[in-house]
């Protein structure tokens, strides 16, 4: 393990990424805009992805009534993890939301369903909050307020295999386009105690499906006794950080729990009432975590689409600025993240060193400016030869796709 690997506490808030205040409270960091550029980007690849996988993207609220969560069994088999509940009166308590799965048992609960409408795949970018202890608490990785991909699929027994590999292949190529590296895949297993729902089938159903999956997907994974929710088991994908400390950051779960407490159903082929299953599944698990760890994976030089700043125009002098504006302009409406960096910040060798995480540098001296053309310079120093400005600019829109690859 190094000792002098990259913290992405130190860097974040160097790099202008995220930051906290204690009358906000601990754990409950704040996104500057460069984090919140960085964020977005990231919402929105994800929200791509699963609309191309056919997943129904909806909103829920982030508070639930205390019965829900009993329902649900968090209030019996989570509560120590929940924030204690808020009188309304009148007997009435609301519950910030320690999961998204109750509320998504309702929406599918609020419309009946035949099976030629499963697998439905309902997913959202939604807020969970968590009662951590101040203790452990650490800059994105350990905060009371979560933004979670998550995604609940309800389809037939039959179907939870397919699922379940869609899901894994779907993190694998997120993890592709992110530059991310599983550390190893975990089969979460149940353990001893009263931490989890007593229904020793529902148990061996769900393991015996999960287990079939991995082992078809050719993926070598270990099994771990009480790593598993309390209403199923799951598979986690690991990684680890530069110090090789390890955290769970997707998931994949099997829950036959909560169909049964909520009564969900849907009409058969036959025309009988028949129990969906839930299919949980997270492809970059939480915003926040995800980001910490591509702070540090990446030391802030992120992915040309995850940037925060794709393009920096670099006009040499003044007499160059009214081209690097409408430069800035045309790359704007290409929707790029850029910034003009005039002279009045410093030399063109200051500024360049200035933005050396920016993946493209755009130079306009005289001789750009009388030819119309750009010098892009990439972030490890290359230079690519002088092109026209439109031409210059499409090839750094087609790089900074969402889900592109890194520059330089």
Same mark, same amino acid.
């Given at each position: 393990?190094?000792?002098?690997?990259?913290?992405?506490?130190?860097?974040?808030?160097?790099?202008?990424?995220?930051?906290?205040?204690?009358?906000?409270?601990?754990?409950?960091?704040?996104?500057?805009?460069?984090?919140?550029?960085?964020?977005?980007?990231?919402?929105?690849?994800?929200?791509?992805?699963?609309?191309?996988?056919?997943?129904?993207?909806?909103?829920?609220?982030?508070?639930?009534?205390?019965?829900?969560?009993?329902?649900?069994?968090?209030?019996?088999?989570?509560?120590?993890?929940?924030?204690?509940?808020?009188?309304?009166?009148?007997?009435?308590?609301?519950?910030?939301?320690?999961?998204?799965?109750?509320?998504?048992?309702?929406?599918?609960?609020?419309?009946?369903?035949?099976?030629?409408?499963?697998?439905?795949?309902?997913?959202?970018?939604?807020?969970?909050?968590?009662?951590?202890?101040?203790?452990?608490?650490?800059?994105?990785?350990?905060?009371?307020?979560?933004?979670?991909?998550?995604?609940?699929?309800?389809?037939?027994?039959?179907?939870?295999?397919?699922?379940?590999?869609?899901?894994?292949?779907?993190?694998?190529?997120?993890?592709?386009?992110?530059?991310?590296?599983?550390?190893?895949?975990?089969?979460?297993?149940?353990?001893?105690?009263?931490?989890?729902?007593?229904?020793?089938?529902?148990?061996?159903?769900?393991?015996?499906?999960?287990?079939?999956?991995?082992?078809?997907?050719?993926?070598?994974? =270990? *099994? #771990?006794? !009480?790593?598993?929710?309390?209403?199923?088991?799951?598979?986690?994908?690991?990684? $680890?950080? /530069? @110090? +090789?400390?390890?955290?769970?950051?997707?998931?994949?779960?099997?829950?036959?729990?909560?169909?049964?407490?909520?009564?969900?159903?849907?009409?058969?082929?036959?025309?009988?009432?028949?129990?969906?299953?839930?299919?949980?599944?997270?492809?970059?698990?939480?915003?926040?975590?995800?980001?910490?760890?591509?702070?540090?994976?990446?030391?802030?030089?992120?992915?040309?689409?995850?940037?925060?700043?794709?393009?920096?125009?670099?006009?040499?002098?003044?007499?160059?600025?009214?081209?690097?504006?409408?430069?800035?302009?045309?790359?704007?409406?290409?929707?790029?993240?850029?910034?003009?960096?005039?002279?009045?910040?410093?030399?063109?060798?200051?500024?360049?060193?200035?933005?050396?995480?920016?993946?493209?540098?755009?130079?306009?001296?005289?001789? =750009? *400016? #009388?030819? !119309?053309?750009?010098?892009?310079?990439?972030?490890?120093?290359?230079?690519?030869? $002088?092109? /026209? @400005? +439109?031409?210059?600019?499409?090839?750094?829109?087609?790089?900074?796709?969402?889900?592109?690859?890194?520059?330089?």
């Amino acid at each position: 393990m190094t000792t002098d690997a990259p913290d992405h506490r130190t860097l974040g808030r160097a790099l202008g990424l995220f930051d906290s205040d204690k009358l906000m409270g601990a754990g409950l960091p704040y996104w500057l805009p460069a984090g919140a550029a960085v964020r977005h980007a990231l919402e929105r690849y994800i929200h791509e992805a699963e609309r191309r996988a056919g997943y129904r993207h909806v909103y829920s609220p982030v508070l639930g009534k205390r019965e829900l969560y009993e329902i649900s069994g968090h209030w019996d088999h989570y509560r120590e993890d929940m924030f204690p509940p808020m009188d309304l009166g009148g007997g009435e308590q609301m519950l910030l939301r320690p999961s998204l799965c109750p509320h998504h048992a309702l929406i599918y609960r609020s419309r009946a369903h035949s099976y030629r409408e499963l697998p439905l795949r309902m997913a959202e970018l939604g807020g969970m909050y968590r009662s951590e202890l101040s203790g452990v608490l650490g800059g994105l990785t350990r905060v009371r307020a979560i933004t979670l991909n998550d995604a609940h699929i309800f389809c037939t027994v039959e179907q939870v295999a397919h699922e379940a590999r869609a899901a894994l292949e779907m993190i694998r190529r997120a993890y592709e386009a992110l530059d991310i590296r599983p550390a190893r895949y975990r089969l979460s297993l149940p353990g001893g105690g009263g931490k989890y729902v007593a229904a020793p089938e529902m148990w061996r159903r769900s393991v015996v499906l999960l287990r079939e999956v991995l082992d078809d997907s050719g993926l070598p994974y =270990e *099994a #771990a006794e !009480g790593e598993a929710a309390f209403y199923g088991p799951k598979i986690d994908v690991q990684i $680890a950080d /530069p @110090a +090789g400390r390890e955290s769970t950051l997707s998931t994949v779960q099997v829950d036959f729990h909560q169909p049964e407490r909520f009564d969900l159903r849907y009409t058969g082929a036959d025309g009988a009432a028949h129990r969906p299953v839930m299919v949980h599944r997270s492809i970059i698990g939480s915003v926040e975590r995800v980001v910490a760890h591509l702070i540090e994976r990446h030391g802030g030089a992120f992915p040309a689409w995850l940037a925060p700043v794709q393009l920096a125009i670099l006009p040499v002098g003044d007499d160059q600025l009214a081209l690097a504006d409408d430069v800035r302009s045309r790359a704007l409406d290409l929707g790029l993240r850029v910034e003009l960096v005039p002279r009045s910040h410093g030399t063109l060798s200051a500024r360049i060193r200035a933005g050396r995480l920016i993946p493209y540098q755009a130079v306009i001296g005289t001789r =750009e *400016a #009388a030819a !119309g053309g750009l010098s892009l310079r990439l972030r490890n120093g290359e230079r690519l030869p $002088a092109e /026209p @400005a +439109g031409a210059a600019l499409r090839r750094v829109a087609g790089a900074c796709a969402p889900g592109g690859g890194a520059a330089g």
